[in-house]
């Protein structure tokens, strides 16, 4: 089925240009239970790294979001200098490499926080932000609202 999906996103981009691609991929991203209410989002989508090697680092990143991924730490995973790392990553992604795995880390923690299972304090110590202040910080950046109101909405919804 997700080959599917590729292969009708690469004709949409040939036919009609990589914006209206992406947009396309975006609207595809299904959530199993969406309860926030929040719009769907998905950092990998909204990166898009043109190399493997890039791909490579952003999965890297997503399975190790609990560790520190400085620039020393994901440049050594992709066999680059973190000079090279981030000028690279800039010209494929738009972003610093700081910037994507805080999107990740975002993306990831927003999972856990619609769950509504585990604590603030534990997401924020799983997904890599150390406490919640960190944590409250990059949701407010990244979606706009800090975590309190989406679990709010999660569960006035769930109820």
């Keep these: 089925m997700t080959t599917c999906i590729d292969l009708a996103l690469a004709m949409v981009e040939d036919d009609h240009g ?30 898009q790294p043109r190399s493997d090697r890039m791909q490579k680092v952003l999965s890297f990143a997503r ?36 910037q994507a795995v805080e999107k990740l880390r975002v993306d990831a923690a927003r999972s856990l926080v619609d769950a509504g299972e585990l604590s603030l304090a534990v997401i924020a110590r799983e997904t890599g932000f150390g406490d919640t202040e960190r944590m409250r910080r990059a949701f407010v950046r990244t979606l706009g609202q800090p975590p309190q109101t989406i679990r709010r909405v999660a569960r006035q919804q769930a109820a």
């Design 63 to 98: 399975a190790n979001l609990h560790k520190d991924l400085s620039v020393e730490v994901i440049a050594d995973a992709a066999h680059v200098s973190p000079r090279q790392l981030s000028r690279l990553f800039k010209i494929e992604t738009g972003q610093s490499p700081a």
């Design 18 to 47: 990589e914006e209206v691609a992406k947009a396309v991929a975006k609207k595809l991203v299904v959530y199993h239970r969406r309860t926030s209410g929040q719009s769907q989002f998905s950092a990998l989508l909204e990166l």
